[in-house]
């Protein structure tokens, strides 16, 4: 059969050119492939890592625990060599993780850089949760004149969240508020007895917040040919029933299907090629990443969708003499205003009732109270402005916890283990970060990879308003649980590094000035108009809940927009 690589370079066309050429196969690069090949475009989607064929390439997906020589467990020698893939991923997932050390890039500041090199990237690892963002997220940087305005409101967006939302297939429940905009939802799953309970506590004791379910991309029925989740909660292995939404299982198997895809992998980008005499991108530069052998590729438009730092990085070592600083770069902008939702905070409380409940199988999300603080003038907050939102999970003890409170040996010991131990809720937030120029990406030229690419550094810190804010999700967490009547309550509040929540975004802003923003409000670069970045690059502010529902409805938008651009010769 050959080398599968060389047998998809024979396959392309001599000149090496294309209508359009996608960059990054993950959530956004996977929607920019599907959108482009179905509006008639010739595309080439590059992905820097290996190929994973859906279904054939996840081989851990059916095994039990026992079948694992570590009982899912890394090594001491695997954490030594890739802490942060070890960190993020177990013996099971770990596949699908790049390695720390074959990857190096700089931490100035403590930063957690969670990556995924295959076709599909981290599609096949994310944590699935959708919700739109509200209109308050995308006029916040105006009200509280921080960083620049979004050149978009939600009345851009939302027919886009709509569009995608009827694709990719989302459970959960509307709940009319204004903070957490209603989509189009396949039908919720349920809340367990305890979680029905303090959604009820709520309910009776606040007038500013609520309980749902979790708003989850698994499919509580068939949908669109895929599914129905299985409710293993075994996703991170990549998931043969395709009960959930990932670029191999839903998107790349559309644009494939219209014979306009051509995928290359292990092909890493080094540069996007900068034509000076017409003012616009020509292609990119790409690198084997088994031969090292260099290539270039030709295209009329290019999508950016590596992800935040990988995109950052690219444009800065994308250098000619017009953009001496990287390609786009007339703002000073690029790499600037890095930004991650804060994790870190939360506590566990037990309650002592419902001893003659449990629960029936498995489900793949917990529990969502949307953001309650600074949404009106009663619940505007002295010390810190935005706000965050809480993710919990109720259930039972499991018999590994009660294992190391039990005392005792032998038959007893066993008898008690069979029993299940009190309910309990988990709760922890996800806090708005506010985009600082001080937190950024940049290249060290003077060391380098194995590929001879400057590695990417790394500048983070949080600031007195998210400290701020980390004090209230803990005093929230603490008394709701508290007046809900749960004991022993336990709690933790601490900074993980940035990147943890594996939600980066900034980098490339869109914004309305060109002079302070790199993108404008259809994810089109100021300064070289065929080139579109709809990654979590491109967000101009964070917002409090997870972003990846608004980069796919960003890049369907901006794909429809590029190519009614590309017909009347705009570009």
Same mark, same amino acid.
């Given at each position: ?29 996977? %929607? ?42 890394? *090594? ?15 013996? !099971? ?19 957690? %850089? ?22 308050? =997220? ?69 007038? $500013? ?55 290359? *992998? $292990? ?7 900068? $034509? ?19 290539? =270039? ?17 690219? @444009? ?28 870190? *905070? ?5 309650? $002592? ?53 039990? !005392? ?21 937030? %996800? ?17 380098? =990879? ?44 601490? @900074? ?58 960003? *890049? ?16």
């Amino acid at each position: 059969m050959g080398d599968p690589q060389q047998q998809k370079q024979e396959k392309l066309p001599p000149d090496h050119g294309f209508d359009a050429i996608v960059v990054g196969s993950g959530i956004s690069g996977g %929607w920019a492939a599907k959108e482009l090949c179905e509006k008639g475009l010739k595309t080439l989607l590059l992905e820097r890592g290996r190929q994973v064929t859906h279904i054939k390439d996840y081989p851990t997906a059916p095994l039990p625990p026992w079948e694992f020589a570590h009982r899912l467990n890394h *090594t001491n020698a695997e954490k030594a060599h890739d802490p942060i893939r070890s960190g993020a991923s177990d013996e !099971a997932t770990a596949l699908f993780y790049a390695s720390d050390t074959e990857h190096p890039y700089i931490q100035e500041k403590p930063f957690n %850089w969670i990556r995924g090199y295959q076709l599909g990237g981290r599609s096949l690892t994310w944590g699935r949760q959708c919700y739109r963002y509200n209109e308050m =997220d995308f006029e916040a940087n105006l009200k509280d004149g921080i960083a620049v305005d979004w050149p978009i409101r939600y009345k851009d967006i939302e027919p886009w969240y709509t569009y995608v939302e009827k694709f990719v297939g989302i459970s959960g429940r509307k709940e009319g508020l204004s903070q957490l905009p209603d989509g189009e939802f396949l039908p919720p799953m349920d809340l367990n007895c305890v979680e029905e309970y303090m959604a009820g506590h709520l309910q009776q004791k606040y007038n $500013d917040r609520i309980l749902t379910i979790g708003r989850v991309a698994n499919l509580s029925k068939g949908w669109n040919g895929r599914g129905p989740c299985q409710y293993r909660n075994l996703c991170a292995r990549g998931c043969p029933f395709s009960g959930y939404f990932s670029s191999n299982a839903a998107t790349l198997p559309v644009a494939e299907a219209t014979g306009n895809l051509t995928t290359v *992998t $292990d092909a890493i980008v080094v540069e996007v090629l900068f $034509d000076e005499k017409n003012n616009r991108a020509s292609g990119v530069r790409v690198i084997n990443a088994h031969t090292k052998q260099v290539t =270039d590729y030709f295209a009329k438009i290019i999508f950016l969708n590596a992800s935040t730092i990988a995109t950052a990085s690219i @444009l800065l070592n994308s250098k000619s003499n017009r953009f001496p600083t990287g390609l786009g770069n007339s703002s000073g902008q690029i790499g600037l205003n890095l930004m991650d939702h804060f994790t870190g *905070t939360g506590a566990e409380g037990e309650l $002592d009732k419902f001893n003659d409940q449990y629960y029936y199988g498995r489900r793949p999300v917990g529990f969502y109270i949307p953001r309650f603080r600074n949404i009106s003038a009663a619940t505007q907050q002295k010390n810190y402005i935005r706000g965050f939102g809480i993710q919990g999970m109720g259930e039972r003890a499991s018999w590994r916890e009660q294992g190391q409170k039990i !005392a005792g040996f032998g038959k007893n010991f066993k008898d008690k283990l069979l029993q299940p131990g009190p309910w309990k809720i988990w709760m922890g937030g %996800w806090g708005e970060t506010l985009p600082y120029e001080t937190n950024k990406v940049t290249l060290d030229n003077e060391k380098k =990879d194995q590929w001879g690419i400057p590695l990417t550094k790394i500048h983070y810190e949080y600031h007195d308003n998210e400290e701020a804010m980390r004090k209230d999700i803990l005093a929230s967490i603490e008394e709701m649980l508290g007046s809900a009547g749960f004991k022993n309550i336990n709690s933790y509040s601490y @900074l993980h590094p940035g990147g943890s929540a594996v939600h980066e975004m900034g980098t490339a802003r869109m914004g309305r000035d060109p002079k302070t923003s790199v993108l404008n409000g259809f994810n089109q670069m100021h300064d070289v108009k065929n080139v579109f970045i709809t990654d979590g690059s491109c967000m101009t502010s964070s917002g409090t809940s997870n972003p990846s529902l608004t980069y796919m409805a960003l *890049t369907a938008r901006a794909c429809d927009y590029a190519v009614a651009e590309l017909k009347k010769g705009n570009i």
